[in-house]
C-alpha cells in the first residue's frame, strides 16, 4: 500500500499553475499543493477510501478537506476544460462507461488526456 503514485516534474509544472495558492488556517502553514493533489490521485487511481490514504500525502482528512473545497469551487472543472484546449480535444465526446460512477471520476478524467 505505500507505493508512491506521484507526478513528472513536467506535469506538475503545467498543472500546478491551475491550481489556487492556498494559504494557511489560523497558526497552522499550509503544505504544498503538489503532495495533495498527488494523494487525490492516490485515491482515484486505486479506488480506496480516504481513511486508507498513505501517510506519504499527508493526513488523510486534510487531503479530503483541500479536495472537497476545490469540487465546490470548481477548480478541477476549469482544470479540465483548460487541459483540453491546451491539447486541441474535443471535450464534448467525453463518456463515461461504466456501471457505478465514482466522486473522483473528474480527476481520472483530467489525468487521461
Not at 51 to 76: A, C, E, I, Q
Not at 81 to 93: I, K, S
Amino acid at each position: 500500500m505505500g507505493e508512491r503514485i506521484g507526478l513528472s516534474d513536467e506535469e506538475w509544472t503545467i498543472i500546478g499553475l491551475l491550481l489556487p495558492p492556498e494559504t494557511g488556517r489560523g497558526c497552522r502553514p499550509t503544505r504544498g499543493n503538489r503532495l495533495y493533489f498527488e494523494g487525490m490521485m492516490w485515491i482515484a487511481r486505486t479506488g480506496s477510501q480516504w481513511r486508507h490514504l498513505p501517510d506519504d500525502y499527508g493526513k488523510w482528512n486534510s487531503v479530503f478537506r483541500r479536495y472537497r473545497r476545490w469540487v465546490m469551487t470548481g477548480v478541477f472543472d476549469a482544470m479540465l476544460e483548460t487541459l483540453a484546449e491546451m491539447v486541441e480535444r474535443d471535450a464534448t465526446a467525453d463518456m463515461i462507461d461504466s456501471t457505478v460512477v465514482r466522486t473522483t471520476w473528474r480527476v481520472r478524467k483530467i489525468l487521461c488526456f
